[in-house]
Structure formats: C-alpha cells, structure tokens
C-alpha cells in the first residue's frame, strides 16, 4: 500500500462538532508531512480559512475550496488563487433568491458570502426545503448544485465539485488518484472520496459516506483523521 498524499476536509472531519479543530488530527497531519506525505485540504470554506488552516496546521499539499470552484497551491499558477469556474449561474440564483426569500436572504446567508468567488452559502437556520422552494423555478436549476455540509447550505456550480478539482490538483503535480487517502464525513464530501482509491469515513460521518467508504473510522472527528493516518500512511 502506496499513500501519496492525503485529501481531507475541514468541518466535521479534523474538527469537532463545534468547528473546533482537534490536536489530534494536527499531530497526525504533521507526522504524515514529515514522513514525506503532502496533506491536501478539501472544504467548502473560502480559500482565506483554508490557507489559514494549510498553513497553521503545516500542511503542503494545496488547498481546494468553495466545494471544488476554487483551488490554490503556493508555488503555482503564479501564486494566484486559480478560480475553476465563473459564478454565472450562481450570482443569477443568488438575485432570484434575494426576490423569492425577501428579507430571509440577509437572515440566513452565511457571512462569508462576500469572500466567496463561485458559491453562496446560507446558514441550517434556513431549511433546506425553502431553499430547494425559493430555487424550483429558477431557470438555470440543472446548473446548480445544493450541498449540506452539516454546518451550512452551499448553493455551488454542477460543473465542478470536490473530486473533480481534487483530480485536477493532483495530476498537476504527478500524484496518482489510486494512491491518495480521501477523509470526511458529510454529503459534499462523497464526490471526492468516490475519485480516489482510499476512501475514509470519520466515525461521525452520515451512512452514505460509511456506504461507499473504503474504512470507516472507529473514532470520531479528528481522533478518526489520525486513527485512518495511523493505520494506513504510517
């Protein structure tokens, strides 16, 4: 077994239920790092807190952010970040959502909303059922993608997900897919770990992920990140 590099997200995954990150996924990270094993972040958060987080945890591997719109490594693309998709079809969701949703657009959309390049975001105060409302006569409906990452609503281009700019990433820097360790626990996850030969579950994670995962982790959070590291990197 040959792990070139490891693919894991944020929220859920390396951080407890409250968005706190766990040092136990930090001292597994940094232990794959020094065994020569590049850690690639994988989130649906802006590319800021996910620099923030690759850089404090000491992570080398890239990052890709917004659920796959966006990714940046340093040293490429001449250090910019690298949008992989235009938010065409999401700005035109967001008007219609500001007509359809009134003042409940302002309520619930997630504040980072101003950071973000190819998504928006809203807050789990607003149902999911409202939203999947609000969008069903909007025109470019097919385009769209709505994703629950357990800590927010991601209203994302179909043109790219997680896997797909994780792919993208990886082949840019000659790693092979079959060889990258994939780790997560929600439904926006399912797309990258389904284009990679391992595939880890956290113990928190929904049933689908366990149901298409390689291992399912015993421990949850980022006790599971650095069960999952343990058991097949190190």
Known sequence: MTIEAIAVDIDGTIT???RKICISAIEALRKAEKAGIPTIIVTGNVVN????????????GGIVCENGGVVFKEGENNNAVETLVEKDFVTSA????????????????????????TETVFYK?????????????????????????????????????????????CERNGINMENVMAIGDSQNDEDFLKQVGYKIA??????????????ACKKKYGDGVAEAIEKFAL
Request: some cysteine; hydrophobic content about 35%; overall charge negative.
């Open 94 to 117: 967001e008007n219609h959502l500001k007509e359809k949703l009134g003042e409940k657009f302002d309520i619930h959309a997630s504040h980072d909303n101003m950071y973000r390049l």
């Open 16 to 18: 407890d239920d409250t």
């Open 49 to 60: 807190y996910a620099y923030a987080a690759e850089v404090l945890i000491g992570c080398s």
């Open 125 to 169: 105060t607003l149902k999911r059922e409202e939203l999947e409302e609000a969008l069903k006569d909007f025109k470019y409906l097919d385009e769209l993608e709505i994703y629950d990452s357990g800590f927010a609503l991601h209203v994302t281009d179909r043109r790219v997900n997680k896997g797909t700019s994780l792919k993208y990433l």
């Open 202 to 215: 956290v113990g928190n994670a929904e049933d689908k992920l366990k149901e298409i995962s390689t291992y």
